[in-house]
């Protein structure tokens, strides 16, 4: 059993990395990925834990790419060292992503008037990798909303008044980079980004000529149904269908490393077939 999907404090989780691993190894996981968003700050840590415990270990992150319907999400694997070219457009993309940060909570406080401050926020977030979690959660303990999907429904959310926009490479882009650095890279949680089947299976096809490795059938939060068919999706491109649990901790408390809601089973044999894409 796999996790090739979770987050921790260095972006938007609530558990530091290296607990990653202990809860991967709790679950009966053979191997877990850590892929916080437009980071690799935490995978040292994380890597030496899992070496302590016996756990397979896959360095990784995710990139968010902008599409014309919205946001796409990229894992992206076998990050190795600082992650090469991939490593500085990420460094980029975290400047980018803290000034927008700045701009959110200066919209959030005064512009909308909700009593928050950076440095609550900071503190929330432990000091680094801040984010709309952190925003939410913080939202949440002063009683300005009643949960953390809430505040996202009411404030962080896409159209919603406290967003602002950030900075996305193109897919095309990030796949390239990824490459390039010796990478593999996999659409993460595909129906989210609310195509028909037509519309998606045009927009693989594409990706995968771009060299788009696997797409995430196997999600936390899909129907056996949805995996199903993600899975003959991935297998008509020649792709690795591949999985996790989108694990935030506290932020997502539904799904939890190597189960997911309880029913997520990524198979043993996904990481190898994902390693035979390197190169």
């Given amino acids: 059993m796999l996790d090739l999907h979770t987050h921790s404090t260095t972006s938007d989780g ?11 190894h709790a679950a009966g996981c053979h191997a877990v990925a850590l892929t916080d968003h437009d980071r690799l700050d935490g995978l040292d840590a994380a890597e030496r834990r899992a070496a302590e415990l016996g756990v397979g270990f896959v360095r ?3 990139i968010s790419c902008e599409v ?9 694997y076998f990050v190795d060292g ?5 490593g500085e457009e990420l460094r980029h993309l975290q400047q980018a992503r803290d000034e927008r940060n700045e701009r959110m909570l200066e919209r959030l406080s005064s512009e909308l008037g909700l009593p928050i401050t950076a440095e609550e926020v900071e503190e929330e977030a432990g000091g680094k990798g801040m984010g709309r979690p952190h925003v939410a959660a913080v939202l949440m303990r002063k009683g300005v909303v009643g949960s953390i999907q809430e505040a996202f429904d009411v404030y962080l959310a896409r159209g ?7 900075e996305r490479l193109s897919p095309r882009d990030a796949i390239r980079i990824a490459r390039q650095s010796g990478s593999v890279p996999v659409l993460a949680h595909p129906l989210s980004l609310g195509l028909g089947p037509n519309e998606l299976e045009a927009l693989i096809r594409e990706l995968a000529g771009e060299g788009l490795a696997g797409i995430e059938a196997i999600y936390g939060r899909y129907e056996p149904a949805d995996r199903e068919g993600l899975a003959d999706l991935a297998r008509r491109h020649g792709l690795v269908a591949t ?14 490393v ?7 089973d990524v198979p043993d044999d996904v990481l190898e077939e994902l390693a035979a894409c390197r190169g």
């Fill in 14 to 24: 609530s558990d530091p990395p290296e607990r990653i691993p202990e809860l991967a």
């Fill in 60 to 62: 990784g992150c995710e």
């Fill in 258 to 264: 190597g189960v997911g809601r309880g029913d997520l």
């Fill in 160 to 166: 919603k008044p406290g967003y602002v926009e950030k």
């Fill in 82 to 86: 600082d992650g090469g070219a991939l």
């Fill in 243 to 256: 999985g996790g649990s989108d694990h935030h901790g506290t932020y997502k408390p539904d799904l939890q």
């Fill in 68 to 76: 014309p319907t919205g946001a796409m999400h990229l894992l992206i």
